[in-house]
């Protein structure tokens, strides 16, 4: 297991949490930005022990061990796609008095992936939540929450791990290695995907490899060549998915000034511009659809090869 707490501590949501506390300021609503679901779920519950506990998250009281342990009675935690009714639920709970006599706290990880119609049921209750109720919540595609909800809640930021941090908890895990480093060095600041990097050893070649043919495909003998080195197996198709995204991420993030774009990446960023990288993105997902519903893997990778060379020779 890695090391979250040695990466994720000092956070800049954590201070900006720990400070709000110290003050007496704490908010009532929180909203998490991030792109790292389980880094922002590791943060979440550091939250929720740092207003909980009288120590401010000594890990040792017995509400510290119920929160670890899942079980305080005042701490709900909602995952995934939330409902009308659930929302219902909530707003219902937290009208009730708090069992230990001390905060509420509501935990959505996956705000984005609640429907409108409930967000609009949950506004009035983060607005003005019943006294001691607090809510955070998380949200990986901001564009996908109401407008009002958002500006009703405090907005932390959490922007990934520093690069040689990274690389450290990395090698502690899988020990030292060029795949480890270059893990790191691909993620972005992401721990779950540099963990995904670095459990694989292929994974840093693979992506090695998209990128170089992201970067020369020109015609179509560059695919017919990729097709013929790949294995078109369920796994290896979907493995190249999962590396075809983090590669056009990577290129997004280098060409909003947000990452330095390292192997290969600052050179062929600028073969696309934004309206590709959708296209491709859209592509990807819908490769992904293909392969759920049991096409050939070898079909879906050749959708995937044209529709990016396709998509690339419009971009000229
Ligand atoms: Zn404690």
């Known amino acids: 297991m890695i090391d979250y707490k040695a990466l994720l501590y000092d956070c800049t949501p954590l201070e900006v949490f720990r400070r709000d506390r110290k003050e007496g300021a704490l908010s009532h609503a929180y909203a998490l930005f991030g792109d790292d679901f389980d880094a922002m779920d590791w943060i979440m519950r550091e939250m929720v022990k740092i207003a909980v506990c009288k120590e401010g998250g000594c890990g040792e009281c017995a509400a510290c061990r119920a929160l670890e342990g899942g079980v305080h009675p005042d701490v709900k935690f909602y995952q995934g796609k939330l409902d009308v009714a659930g929302v219902e639920e909530i707003v219902e709970?937290?009208?009730?008095?708090?069992?230990?006599?001390?905060?509420?706290?509501?935990?959505?990880?996956?705000l984005d992936k609640t429907l409108p119609a409930a967000q609009n049921k949950l506004l009035k209750t983060v607005e003005e939540p019943p006294d001691g109720v607090m809510f955070i919540m998380g949200i990986i595609k901001p564009s996908a929450v109401t407008e009002t909800l958002k500006s009703r809640c405090k907005k932390l930021y959490y922007t990934g791990v520093d690069q040689r941090r990274l690389e450290e908890a990395l090698s502690a895990e899988y020990g030292e290695s060029d795949n480890v480093a270059r893990a790191a060095a691909y993620a972005g600041g992401n721990i779950s995907r540099a963990v995904k990097f670095a459990a694989d050893g292929e994974f840093?070649?693979?992506?090695?490899?998209?990128?170089?043919?992201?970067?020369?495909?020109a015609k179509s003998g560059g695919v017919a060549r990729?097709?013929?080195?790949?294995?078109?197996?369920?796994d290896h198709v979907l493995?190249?998915?999962?590396?075809?995204?983090?590669?056009?991420?990577?290129?997004?993030?280098?060409?909003?000034?947000?990452?330095?774009?390292?192997?290969?990446?600052?050179?062929?960023?600028?073969?696309?511009?934004?309206?590709?990288?959708?296209?491709?993105?859209?592509?990807?997902?819908?490769?992904?659809?293909?392969?759920?519903?049991?096409c050939a893997p070898s079909a879906v990778l050749d959708t995937l090869l044209f529709g990016i060379l396709e998509v690339k020779y419009k971009c000229r």
């Open 239 to 294: 493995r190249y998915l999962d590396v075809t995204e983090i590669v056009l991420d990577m290129i997004e993030k280098y060409k909003r000034g947000l990452t330095r774009g390292s192997g290969g990446i600052s050179l062929i960023a600028k073969g696309f511009n934004h309206a590709a990288l959708a296209q491709c993105e859209y592509l990807v997902n819908d490769c992904r659809k293909r392969m759920e519903s049991n």
């Open 204 to 217: 840093a070649m693979e992506a090695d490899n998209i990128i170089s043919l992201l970067g020369s495909m």
């Open 93 to 110: 709970d937290s009208g009730k008095y708090s069992v230990e006599g001390g905060r509420k706290i509501y935990i959505i990880s996956e």
């Open 226 to 234: 990729e097709e013929i080195r790949l294995k078109q197996d369920k």
